[in-house]
């Protein structure tokens, strides 16, 4: 799909979405400036952001389907899928204080993360293709934020703020594919030891794995490879909740074990 967007709109939003992120101050809406487009031009808007951070040294690591249960389209106003980049600056170490100030206004989601072992490159990638490239699978936990004031966001204000990326906390326990039913694994996530919510693998798209599939399938026509060691996040079990700084949020996963995330108060 092609849109009559001049390219001057795209690097426009994508520098307002930047300035956010150095400031720590969220903008206005920007999908009236887009009301003509199609959501091509809104990961447009992203990738001009990804290729900003590039140039500065920093460097894809993976990606995440963001908007792929029930719980989340109802809570963040989609209707479909979306997806987004990780970079090696967006990945935090289990129990290590996050500095406060990272991020705008956070919520936290639990999931599982693929840690893959062979490229996947759409379209076409099946179910089994998928599997067969998935070398082990973590308990995450996934910071969302939003550069867009009050979370104020539309499926073009998401996509064109990379999905609403923030962060990643993987936990340290690999289990391999076949140990563990991603479809029937439940979730519990706890912030500072209270039980906030609970989920389970099928609210995404029926089974995590289907979101890696759909992933692939979509980033492929856009030349985009998931690459071996890339870290692919298929979609929170819970609603996202919203964390503060000096939270403790843990999720536990059945089968996959628990990760720790920790925010920090200065």
């Given at each position: 799909?092609?849109?009559?967007?001049?390219?001057?709109?795209?690097?426009?939003?994508?520098?307002?979405?930047?300035?956010?992120?150095?400031?720590?101050?969220?903008?206005?809406?920007?999908?009236?400036?887009?009301?003509?487009?199609?959501?091509?031009?809104?990961?447009?808007?992203?990738?001009?952001?990804?290729?900003?951070?590039?140039?500065?040294?920093?460097?894809?690591?993976?990606?995440?389907?963001?908007?792929?249960?029930?719980?989340?389209?109802?809570?963040?106003?989609?209707?479909?899928?979306?997806?987004?980049?990780?970079?090696?600056?967006?990945?935090?170490?289990?129990?290590?204080?996050?500095?406060?100030?990272?991020?705008?206004q956070p919520r936290i989601e639990p999931e599982v993360a693929f840690v893959l072992s062979r490229p996947l490159t759409g379209p076409g990638v099946t179910v089994g293709e998928a599997a067969a490239a998935v070398d082990f699978v973590l308990p995450a936990?996934?910071?969302?934020?939003?550069?867009?004031?009050?979370?104020?966001?539309?499926?073009?204000?998401?996509?064109?703020?990379?999905?609403?990326?923030?962060?990643?906390?993987?936990?340290s326990r690999p289990s391999r594919l076949d140990e563990v039913d991603l479809r029937l694994a439940g979730c519990n996530l706890y912030v500072n030891g209270v039980l906030t919510d609970t989920g389970a693998g099928g609210a995404v798209l029926g089974s995590?794995?289907?979101?890696?599939?759909?992933?692939?399938?979509?980033?492929?026509?856009?030349?985009?490879?998931?690459?071996?060691?890339?870290?692919?996040?298929?979609?929170?079990?819970?609603?996202?909740?919203?964390?503060?700084?000096?939270?403790?949020?843990?999720?536990?996963?059945?089968?996959?074990?628990?990760?720790?995330?920790?925010?920090?108060?200065?």
């Amino acid at each position: 799909m092609h849109d009559d967007v001049k390219p001057d709109d795209i690097q426009s939003a994508a520098e307002d979405l930047l300035a956010a992120y150095r400031t720590g101050t969220p903008i206005d809406p920007i999908t009236p400036r887009f009301a003509d487009s199609s959501l091509s031009a809104a990961y447009q808007v992203a990738v001009a952001q990804v290729q900003d951070w590039e140039k500065n040294g920093d460097n894809v690591k993976g990606h995440k389907v963001g908007l792929a249960s029930r719980a989340i389209q109802r809570q963040m106003g989609g209707d479909q899928p979306d997806f987004g980049h990780l970079t090696a600056s967006m990945f935090h170490v289990e129990h290590a204080p996050i500095p406060a100030g990272t991020f705008i206004q956070p919520r936290i989601e639990p999931e599982v993360a693929f840690v893959l072992s062979r490229p996947l490159t759409g379209p076409g990638v099946t179910v089994g293709e998928a599997a067969a490239a998935v070398d082990f699978v973590l308990p995450a936990l996934e910071i969302v934020d939003s550069r867009i004031r009050d979370w104020k966001i539309g499926i073009f204000d998401t996509i064109a703020d990379n999905a609403s990326s923030g962060g990643v906390i993987l936990g340290s326990r690999p289990s391999r594919l076949d140990e563990v039913d991603l479809r029937l694994a439940g979730c519990n996530l706890y912030v500072n030891g209270v039980l906030t919510d609970t989920g389970a693998g099928g609210a995404v798209l029926g089974s995590p794995l289907n979101a890696l599939v759909w992933l692939a399938n979509t980033v492929g026509p856009l030349g985009v490879t998931l690459e071996p060691g890339h870290v692919v996040l298929p979609g929170s079990m819970t609603k996202a909740v919203p964390v503060n700084a000096g939270d403790t949020i843990v999720a536990t996963i059945a089968g996959l074990g628990s990760v720790t995330a920790i925010t920090g108060t200065e």
